[in-house]
């Protein structure tokens, strides 16, 4: 049992303290990697999404006392079992799935409680996938992703906690807003001046703050963090909100058909979790299009300098007519006063009323256009200085006036309902977490319930007796493969099979391109996927489980002697007590063909007294049954002619108990046919007949 990093034999020194690093903690590095934490463990340095898996395996295999080579003795076994499982893997619609279909693998015989455990788990999986319409699945299960828990957000700068004890100082900054220490009273008001909104401890409540500083007076020491800085709590559902909100769109189709998935998760947690976070946009703030007077205060900030602009526009355009058709008289006495030097006065009553107009208008225009209320109007009181002056202009100061006014409110209205959301998601966030996890680990499950539905997989009946038989198998890798019905060995499909109908060890004969090859895939795929504990190509199978499986592939051409030898050491890894079922195709090539009909027998005749089970694909099944005493059965796939099209004839169903003959023939006739002129091969054809 590994209690430590360092039990684990990959981890030396330096990935250790990587772990360290990544995880916090050998706690919670140690946990990650029993989890299969694939993702997060390849997250870290050095380390690919490959030897992640490959540790992850090696832990659990230290863990659970058995791994994957356990099982898989033989290159070729693992090759398949790879192809599988990328095979499955390509029907995960999260990245999370995918590579966690790469921590199943076969077990062994002796661990059968694991498989039927297993069994059980992805049957009901299976049955539940059946239920559910990919098409509507799969899009929200592809936007989800794990819960990131790592969020920070920057200090609110303008949102101060006024402190007036050292300890409230001190839990004040766990907040990630200002902090201010004051002394006394007066000295809050001072520093309150710089922010547009201040906490302050109660012991200070009944001060009078400027009107334009937002002030709340909260028990600092037991403040929460929705309180005071709702955006820290409302920052991890933004950072997560595409997962989060896939992963409840998940949930409620799955429910729809499982009332009972999840049933820890209460449906009222869903629709609280799913309102919070309907209201949050990705980046923490509030959505547009919840709060009007939000809404409002935003579209009049926005179009303030293009209305201010535009009504400048407007004002200097009618002030200037204006002064364009005026004229002042000098009559009489006021002739005289214009002498003593008192004619700007004259001039400048003229044109101040006009400019009094033009602005009042202006204002009217401003304050019209963008809606405002009687309180932001007050603003507009300080937009046109009493001076005239030319071009007119409103003042830089008197707009920025206003500007300050709508942000402040709308930070104050936001940070009110920021705080309601914040309070209640605060309370989801284990939820958010827990509904991401179980849907990301319903797609492992679902993706292998796709593979199922797709090659519509049945789970195999696991029996105690030395055998394997199926009905309706189909080679998944083929494109339209013609179902096989075939039994090796003890099961209930062996009845009409006469003589030799238990027999476990078999040589299987047969035309070139007949399907022998595939027969042996199929049966290494039944054979992998059921000690996963996974359903298998097939419509009925039964089998019992066996503790090694090999495979051996075809050889090409005659091996020297190095190669020889180091094939047959290979073999003898097949010798010992321990139940196995060996798959080997056309061994007859590694030398010439009466040594190899010898070697064959000898390996047969092992696995026979071992009480093994074994297929192994010859051309040389007359030979080898005369090197050998043993009970072997000749089963054969036959080619029966050629068709129209000058295709193989072939019954893809070997036939028990049957020497099929390698028929070259059919391939020199189809040749012959083929190419009617061609002499050589009409000549080679005469030689069969
Ligand atoms: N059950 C099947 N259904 C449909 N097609 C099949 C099936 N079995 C084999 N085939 C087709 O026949 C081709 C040849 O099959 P396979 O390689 O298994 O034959 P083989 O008997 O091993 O041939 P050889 O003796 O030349 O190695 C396959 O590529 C596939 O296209």
């Not at 966690?100 to 299976?126: C, H, S, T, V, W």
């Not at 709590?233 to 058909?257: D, M, Q, W, Y």
């Not at 299009?289 to 526009?313: F, H, P």
């Not at 492992?444 to 195999?460: D, E, W």
Request: glycine share 8%.
């Amino acid at each position: 049992m590994i209690k430590s990093l360092r039990d684990i034999p990959r981890i030396g020194e330096k990935t250790f303290r990587r772990f360290i690093e990544h995880f916090g903690g050998e706690k919670q590095a140690l946990e990650s990697i029993l989890n299969g934490d694939i993702a997060a463990i390849s997250e870290m340095e050095g380390m690919t999404e490959k030897s992640a898996i490959s540790l992850v395996l090696e832990a659990r295999a230290q863990n659970e006392g058995v791994g994957i080579r356990d099982f898989l003795k033989t290159d070729v076994a693992y090759e398949m079992y790879e192809r599988i499982n990328a095979l499955i893997s390509g029907f995960a619609h999260t990245d999370y799935a995918k590579s966690k279909i790469n921590l199943y693998f076969p077990y062994p015989a002796r661990k059968k409680d694991m498989i039927i455990k297993l069994q059980k788990e992805i049957g009901g999986i299976i049955r539940m996938a059946g239920k559910l319409d990919d098409n509507e699945l799969s899009g929200f299960l592809s936007g989800v992703r794990p819960i990131k828990t790592n969020v920070t957000i920057p200090v609110i700068r303008d949102r101060a906690i006024i402190a007036t004890t050292q300890e409230e100082f001190e839990a004040a900054r766990n907040f990630p807003v200002s902090v201010q220490l004051v002394s006394e009273p007066g000295e809050a008001i001072d520093v309150a001046r710089g922010y547009s909104h201040v906490f302050i401890g109660t012991s200070l409540a009944g001060i009078d703050f400027p009107e334009d500083i937002d002030v709340d007076f909260i028990d600092i020491k037991r403040t929460e963090t929705w309180q005071v800085a709702p955006e820290k709590e409302l920052a991890f559902f933004a950072k997560n909100l595409g997962s989060i909100t896939s992963a409840i769109s998940v949930f409620r189709i799955i429910r729809k058909h499982e009332p009972d998935f999840c049933a820890k998760i209460k449906d009222d947690e869903i629709e609280r979790l799913a309102l919070g976070t309907s209201k949050i946009s990705g980046d923490s703030d509030l959505k547009g299009g919840l709060d009007n007077e939000i809404d409002r205060l935003i579209s009049v900030y926005g179009r303030l300098n293009d209305t201010i602009a535009a009504a400048e526009k407007k004002a200097n355009a009618e002030f200037g007519s204006l002064i364009e058709k005026s004229s002042v008289t000098v009559k009489g006495f006021d002739l005289l006063t214009a002498i003593d030097g008192s004619a700007n006065s004259l001039f400048e009553k003229e044109i101040r009323e006009k400019y009094n107009t033009v602005t009042a208008s202006a204002l009217c225009t401003i304050s019209n256009e963008l809606g405002m209320s009687p309180k932001e109007v007050q603003y507009l009181d300080n937009f046109f200085s009493d001076e005239v002056s030319h071009p007119i202009r409103v003042n830089p100061r008197g707009a920025e006036g206003l500007k300050n006014h709508l942000l402040r409110s709308i930070a104050s209205r936001k940070l009110v309902l920021l705080r309601e959301n914040a309070r209640e998601l605060s309370k989801l966030k284990e939820t958010a977490s827990v509904i991401v996890r179980e849907v990301l680990d319903f797609d492992v499950g679902y993706t292998i319930g796709c593979f199922a539905r797709k090659f519509s997989l049945g789970m195999p009946a696991i029996h105690d007796k030395s055998g394997i038989g199926l009905a309706g198998g189909t080679n998944i890798f083929l494109e339209s493969p013609v179902p096989i019905d075939y039994s090796v060995g003890a099961s209930r499909f062996n009845a009409g099979i006469g003589k030799l109908k238990d027999a476990c060890v078999i040589l299987l004969s047969g035309v070139n391109s007949g399907g022998k090859t595939s027969t042996l895939d199929l049966l290494a795929q039944i054979i992998i996927l059921a000690h996963m504990g996974f359903p298998v190509p097939a419509k009925q199978c039964e089998l019992g489980l066996v503790e090694e499986f090999f495979y051996f592939g075809k050889s090409r051409g005659t091996m020297d002697a190095g190669a020889f030898e180091s094939t047959i050491r290979d073999f003898s890894a097949i010798a010992g007590k321990k139940n196995k079922l060996v798959l080997a195709d056309e061994l007859e090539s590694i030398t010439e063909p009466g040594a190899s009909a010898k070697i064959i027998s000898g390996i047969l005749e092992e696995l026979d007294d071992n009480n093994g089970m074994g297929v192994f694909v010859s051309h040389l099944a007359e030979s080898i049954l005369k090197d050998t005493t043993c009970d072997i059965r000749v089963d054969g796939i036959e080619a029966k002619g050629l068709d129209e099209h000058l295709n193989l004839i072939v019954d893809r169903n070997p036939r028990y108990n049957y020497l099929a003959r390698s028929t070259p023939e059919l391939i020199v006739e189809r040749l012959a046919r083929k190419n009617k002129d061609s002499e050589f091969y009409n000549r080679l054809l005469k030689k069969f007949k």
